[in-house]
């Protein structure tokens, strides 16, 4: 790895989605902050994983010990964004004992009895995990709003329920990290075609993915809105260009580190007597 590797402008600056975002003027081909060479992403990838995964182990200890703090982190994107590959290539980099993952899809007959945020709720990281979502709650103002599935009213009330139902989570010690993953229109052709070609991708293929391509300017705007109204202070929205994917699994990796650092987290100290045990196992057999 070269000493040039590196981020220039910190990813949790360089990708946040602050006040005056504009999806419309956004590259999905770009690497926001990252000077680094592509063919080095890899080993340092590698060296930030371990590093995340010290850092889940000492939140894991804290959460063995009475903690009650956790991380979540939420991916969003279009089909072929390269969520399930966030998931794989950095969230694999950590222990999986420590990980709570939840993959999102069509609300199913039992979570459709209850308000959307139950399923969500239900799903939050226990103390001392890695919660991972892949989907979440912004289904229902993303595929709800495009697809109209339910009235304007309904889904337009759902922003403020959310930053509320964030807040909460937040101040029960959960620090958010949400990433929407974009990437581009012909990234995303080019990906599906090499789900049509590859027997071993056609698991991946829904016919149904072409439709939705369809809507693709419904969908930009239904992201807009989300990042316009729940891009907030406690849980604010990080956005990814994932067109070249090793940039979007570096800069995931940044993000979800930056938030552990946040943490200040140690090691739990012992809660019995370290030398008196000592004592006591010295004193036993070999
Ligand atoms: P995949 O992530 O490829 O397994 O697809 C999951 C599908 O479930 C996507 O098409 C999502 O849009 C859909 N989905 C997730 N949450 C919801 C929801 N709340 N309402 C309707 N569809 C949803
Ligand atoms: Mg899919």
């Known amino acids: 790895m070269s000493t040039s590797d590196r981020w220039t402008t910190p990813a949790h600056e360089?990708?946040?989605?602050?006040?005056?975002?504009?999806?419309?003027?956004?590259?999905p081909t770009g690497k926001p902050g990252w000077d680094g060479k592509s063919k080095h992403a890899d080993a340092h990838l590698a060296q930030q994983g371990v590093l995340l995964s010290g850092l889940q182990e000492r939140l894991f200890a804290e959460g063995r010990s009475d903690g009650k703090r956790s991380v979540l982190l939420v991916l969003q994107g279009m089909d072929t964004s390269g969520k399930g590959g966030v998931v794989r290539h950095?969230?694999?980099?950590?222990?999986?004992?420590?990980?709570?993952l939840?993959?999102?899809?069509?609300?199913?007959?039992?979570?459709?009895?209850?308000?959307?945020?139950?399923?969500?709720?239900?799903?939050?990281?226990?103390?001392?995990?890695?919660?991972?979502?892949?989907?979440s709650h912004y289904e229902?103002?993303?595929?709800?709003?495009?697809h109209k599935l339910v009235p304007p009213k309904v889904w337009g009330a759902r922003y403020d329920e959310i930053n509320e139902f964030e807040a909460r989570v937040?101040?029960?010690?959960?620090?958010?990290?949400?990433?929407?993953?974009?990437?581009?229109?012909?990234?995303q052709k080019k990906r599906l075609r090499e789900r049509l070609e590859r027997p071993d991708k056609y698991w991946k293929?829904?016919?149904g993915d072409l439709d939705e391509r369809l809507l693709w300017p419904k969908y930009?705007?239904?992201?807009?809105?989300?990042?316009?109204?729940?891009?907030?202070?406690?849980?604010?929205?990080?956005v990814v260009p994932a067109d070249r994917k090793w940039y979007a699994r570096l800069a995931v990796?940044?993000?979800?580190t930056h938030a552990f650092k946040g943490l200040d987290l140690g090691w739990p100290p012992a809660d019995f007597d370290v030398a008196a045990e000592m004592a006591r196992l010295d004193a036993q057999q070999p």
Request: charged fraction near 25%; avoid cysteine.
């Open 102 to 135: 939840t993959a999102f899809g069509v609300p199913t007959e039992e979570e459709r009895k209850h308000p959307y945020l139950w399923r969500i709720e239900n799903a939050l990281p226990q103390p001392g995990k890695l919660g991972v979502f892949d989907r």
């Open 90 to 100: 950095v969230v694999g980099m950590v222990d999986p004992q420590g990980v709570q």
């Open 14 to 27: 360089a990708l946040r989605a602050s006040e005056g975002f504009r999806l419309a003027d956004f590259d």
């Open 170 to 187: 937040v101040a029960s010690g959960t620090t958010i990290v949400k990433v929407a993953l974009m990437v581009s229109s012909a990234e």
């Open 220 to 238: 930009a705007e239904a992201y807009q809105a989300v990042f316009d109204r729940t891009s907030t202070d406690v849980a604010p929205w990080f």
């Open 205 to 207: 293929y829904n016919p």
């Open 253 to 256: 990796t940044e993000l979800l």
């Open 140 to 146: 229902d103002v993303l595929v709800v709003r495009v």
